[in-house]
């Protein structure tokens, strides 16, 4: 019996024991958790922390990469600019050292620049358009007045930009000759203009200056118009620029050559003035126009630009008319009451005006069809566009042909 007692008293000692291990093994565990908890929370502070100064590193070192990039730019750039500027230095002195140039202008008289001009005035619009395309623009100070106010877009606003801010002045018209005191207030040392202008008493005036005076080819055709921009070239130092233009003036012309092989000539009448009534003719830059646009010009065995009669329109018979309208001043109205005054109705037997086929050119077009510049190009397209529509998908052209009626470049 004792034994029994001693052996239960034991076992209740045993189970009370266990039940404290494992009140405290519950505690203990809790206790633990706990710390684990602790631990996480504090491990996830840190880690949001060394994430936090990692991006904040990235992000000084991005700015840091950023400030070495843009110093590389600059100093590329500052390098650039430099080698730029010495480029332009060695070119410079590479123009001026072909200095002095000899050159047997347009009336057969020899002409020396002593040294690169740097201060050059154009006569007429033809020039001026030569000279900026050639980028003689910055050596410009004078232009007539017509080139301020008359050429197209792409070259009059650069010419407003300059007259504006004080770089050329105004040297007077060239229908009434220049104003030699104008000129001479420039300072020149080259003085630039189209021969059949007759500026022959300006040009002896200003030699008697000192200052050398070019007078270009270039109305009798396109040949002549090839020779005055090499010729301008040479004169000004810009040979280079003056052969590509040449270069790509050709290849324009070639490809309206070839489109021409594709079409029946017209016969054209180029009329640039009314009673008294002008017309091109033979030996013209408007003459090679016509032909290169795949026409024929019915005025063609005349020479230069003639006056003509009705009769003689009436005779031509052309099967286009393509009238200059001279800023508005005329229009087909004109035509008719000059025709009319003369040989009557007969009139209306003329194909171009039976058929309407009569158009009126307005605007800066008629630059392209006047000037003998670097635009001829143009010239020679719109002639083509009026004269063979088809050949530019073009159902119909209007009366009255201008930059907003009649888009050359759509």
Not at 239 to 255: C, F, H, P, T
Not at 315 to 339: R, Y
Request: charged share 10%.
């Amino acid at each position: 019996m004792k034994t029994s007692n001693l052996i239960i008293a034991i076992l209740i000692i045993v189970i009370i024991g266990f039940g404290a291990l494992g009140l405290s093994m519950a505690l203990l565990y809790n206790e633990m958790q706990k710390e684990i908890n602790n631990l996480n929370s504090t491990l996830a502070i840190y880690n949001n922390k060394t994430q936090e100064t990692f991006n904040e590193k990235i992000a000084s070192l991005s700015v840091e990469v950023g400030s070495l990039k843009s110093n590389v730019n600059n100093i590329n750039s500052s390098i650039n600019s430099e080698v730029l500027y010495l480029e332009q230095k060695i070119n410079s002195l590479a123009v001026q050292n072909n200095f002095p140039v000899t050159i047997l202008d347009a009336t057969n008289t020899t002409v020396t620049i002593p040294t690169y001009p740097t201060r050059i005035v154009s006569l007429d619009p033809a020039t001026t358009e030569i000279l900026l395309a050639i980028n003689a623009t910055n050596q410009i100070v004078g232009v007539d007045n017509d080139s301020l106010y008359y050429l197209p877009p792409q070259y009059e606003n650069e010419l407003t930009n300059l007259y504006n801010s004080g770089k050329i002045i105004n040297i007077g018209s060239t229908y009434s000759e220049p104003n030699i005191e104008q000129i001479l207030s420039a300072r020149p040392d080259l003085v630039i203009g189209t021969y059949e202008w007759e500026f022959s008493s300006v040009s002896n005036i200003l030699k008697n200056y000192g200052i050398p005076v070019i007078l270009l080819p270039s109305y009798n055709s396109l040949g002549d118009l090839y020779n005055a921009i090499i010729m301008a070239g040479r004169a000004t130092g810009n040979v280079k620029q003056a052969v590509s233009l040449v270069e790509s003036m050709s290849s324009n012309i070639s490809y309206f050559r070839y489109l021409a092989n594709n079409v029946t000539p017209q016969n054209v009448a180029y009329l640039l003035w009314i009673n008294p009534t002008y017309v091109a003719g033979g030996n013209t830059f408007q003459n090679d126009m016509i032909m290169l646009s795949g026409n024929n010009n019915v005025f063609s065995n005349l020479s230069g630009w003639p006056v003509i009669s009705p009769e003689e329109l009436l005779n031509a018979n052309p099967s286009v008319i393509i009238i200059d309208s001279n800023g508005g001043l005329i229009n087909e109205t004109d035509l008719i009451n000059w025709l009319q005054s003369s040989i009557g109705n007969a009139y209306m037997n003329i194909s171009a005006i039976k058929y309407n086929r009569v158009y009126l050119i307005n605007g800066y077009y008629s630059d392209y069809l006047n000037e003998p510049g670097p635009l001829v190009v143009y010239g020679v397209k719109l002639f083509m566009m009026i004269t063979h529509p088809s050949l530019f998908n073009i159902t119909s052209v209007p009366t009255n042909v201008s930059p907003t009626s009649f888009p050359i470049n759509k």
